[in-house]
């Protein structure tokens, strides 16, 4: 595994794959998504806030390329790297005519970009889009990855937080994306507030049987201004402890298929922005206690993955 051990992180996939550190620069467009224009529904996820997913990006007003060349300038006095991923971030980045999405896509294309990833939704997988970032990987040599926000398998919880498509559309979303063979990210709430452990196991087995090969998770941050804020204020939801999240993150990662890389355990956001953010804790402290309480517990990444390929017939062998 890596580092710590314990799971298969992105930094050290970053390092086997190129060989060096690889840093990701976000990228904004003036974009919005089905589910906040109307097409779908104008209230958006009632977790959404203005940023539509980010608050780490430049001005959307800037050219893609000057927000590269800025980030790119910056991360590399910072952090001394020297190859990077431009990263479609906010929205939902094929949420686009096709003909602007390849502008931009291009135009994210320059000296020492060596992958893309676009971050979108499941009902927002076209194969138009796809044929043409199958020509983008194969003429300039870039790795593709989608990033498909899911949030949660419950498709209880999905309606709950109107978040517009179910599980459904996003098996549909990764079988068509497989075929293309670009890399899928999913991005998982494990603390929503009507999931339970089960869900949280369910959320390792669907990623595992349908093989993706990146996971994020987040903990749930309460945006000031949106209707789950609302439902905070009012007292209609309530977070669970931190130390029930770390819980549910160990449980998941032990359920999970150990090939799959963990791009991050916990999420982030700035206080000011938020009603709640991570008990009001430093993200990097909590996920370091996760880390330790997994090393405690003698546990890791793919600990219970022994669900899939007819488990029940094995006894046979
Ligand atoms: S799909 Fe993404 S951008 Fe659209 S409302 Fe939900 S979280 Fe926001």
Redesign the pocket.
């Known amino acids: 595994m890596n580092e710590i051990d314990v799971y298969n992180t992105y930094s050290n996939y970053l390092k086997d794959r190129y060989g060096e550190k690889v840093y990701k620069l976000p990228i904004s467009l003036r974009l919005s ?1 089905p ?2 224009d109307g097409f779908i529904s104008r209230g ?2 009632t977790f ?1 806030g203005e940023e ?2 980010s608050f780490e990006n430049l001005s959307n007003r800037l050219r893609v390329r000057q927000q590269i060349s800025r980030n790119m300038d910056y991360i590399r006095n910072r952090y001394k790297a020297e190859k990077f991923i431009a990263y479609f971030q906010s ?2 980045n094929t949420y686009l005519p096709l003909e602007e999405f390849k502008e931009y896509i291009n135009e994210s294309i320059v000296e020492d970009i060596v992958g893309i990833s676009i971050s979108t ?1 499941p009902d927002c997988i076209d194969d138009r889009y796809l044929e043409f970032l199958r020509e983008v990987q194969d003429r300039h040599n870039l790795d593709i990855t989608i990033e498909l ?1 899911l949030q949660t398998v419950n498709y209880h919880s999905l309606m709950k937080i109107n978040r517009g498509h179910t599980l459904g559309e996003f098996i549909d979303a990764v079988m068509r994306i497989k075929k293309y063979q670009f890399r899928i990210c999913t991005h998982l709430i494990l603390n929503l507030p009507w999931d339970s452990m089960i869900d949280v196991i369910e959320n390792a087995k669907v990623l595992s049987a349908l093989g993706v090969d990146e996971v994020k998770l987040h903990s749930l941050y309460i945006v000031k201004g949106t209707k789950m804020a609302e439902e905070y204020e009012r007292h209609e939801i309530q977070m669970i402890s931190k130390e029930e999240y770390m819980k549910r993150v160990i449980t998941f990662l032990e359920y999970l298929d150990p090939n799959i890389v963990i791009q991050r355990i916990i999420g982030r956001a700035p206080e000011e922005d938020t009603l709640f953010v991570n008990w009001q804790e430093s993200w990097w402290k909590i996920r370091d206690e996760i880390v330790e309480m997994m090393k405690e517990r003698k546990t890791c990444q793919g600990m219970k993955f022994n669900y899939l390929g007819g488990k029940a017939i094995k006894r046979f062998n």
């Open positions: 998504c589910n906040r958006g996820c959404c539509g997913g929205f939902s939704r926000g």
